[in-house]
């Protein structure tokens, strides 16, 4: 048996909550897709929506915590310390035009350091989280990262800009948060991205440290300009080797 913190068990029921908001309104974009209109303005109803539920239900729990998401931006309350970091819908543009590659983020930074987080894909039902010196974990199942160490049997994860810059064998999924997620369980060996924000990454550097892997330091970028490297220990090096001009 997993053993979690109270703080992870709210972060699991607070995901747990706000997704079936999430399913629901899944279901409406396809029929949205044919219309004039589009589904752009639901989809970013929903995207405040899940933020509100998140909020709320975390907010319950630990009435201090402070709050750092993509939508309001900061909420700061008596603990400045401890900040909930979180990205409602990572992967909008993919929630947008009905494809089921999307996640609910959630992260806790306590003294400036990331200590959990959660990645939570809840059409494929997969609850990706990790506690410091805990472990990674997918659903119950302890994750580690691949171990292949020939880069050409690896596969890589990026933005289009580094697709287009990368001789890697590329993805281009349209969400960091489950890029991170598949690192950490060996689907993908690496993932970088420059440019990107805290809440997009912050859950997914510490599943992936706990998997095993391996992130430069995120701490000295700016929080909506981060750049981003992830792999295992093993490719690391081929890795950045080929990333020099990125």
């Not at 607070?14 to 997704?19: F, I, L, P, Y």
């Not at 201090?64 to 993509?70: I, K, M, P, Q, R």
């Not at 039902?125 to 990262?145: D, I, P, T």
């Not at 599943?207 to 490719?235: L, M, P, Q, R, T």
Request: charged fraction near 25%.
């Amino acid at each position: 048996m997993i053993s979690i913190s109270s703080n992870l068990n709210i972060m699991i029921k607070a995901a747990e909550k706000a997704s079936k908001s999430v399913i629901r309104d899944f279901g409406e974009v396809e029929k949205l897709q044919v219309s004039k209109k589009g589904p752009y303005d639901f989809v970013t109803k929903t995207d405040k929506n899940v933020e509100k539920i998140l909020i709320e239900e975390l907010s319950k729990a630990k009435k201090n915590y402070s709050f750092l998401s993509e939508e309001i931006g900061s909420i700061i309350n008596k603990d400045k310390e401890n900040i909930w970091i979180i990205d409602p819908i990572d992967g909008t543009t993919n929630f947008l035009h009905g494809i089921p590659h999307f996640a609910i983020c959630i992260a806790l930074e306590s003294n400036k350091e990331i200590i959990s987080g959660l990645i939570f894909d809840p059409i494929k039902n997969e609850m990706f989280f990790a506690e410091k010196n805990k472990g990674a974990f997918l659903n119950n199942h302890r994750l580690r990262v691949s171990n292949k160490n020939s880069i050409e049997d690896c596969l890589f994860s990026s933005n289009h800009e580094g697709v287009k810059f990368s001789n890697l064998n590329m993805r281009y999924t349209g969400c960091a948060a489950l890029d991170l997620a598949y690192v950490a369980s060996g689907r993908l060996d690496g993932f970088f991205h420059n440019n990107i924000n805290l809440w997009d990454v912050a859950a997914g550097k510490i599943i992936v440290e706990e998997a095993g892997g391996i992130i430069n330091d995120i701490s000295k970028y700016e929080k909506n300009n981060i750049n981003i490297k992830a792999s295992s220990f093993s490719i690391k090096n081929e890795m950045l080797k080929n990333l020099e001009n990125f």
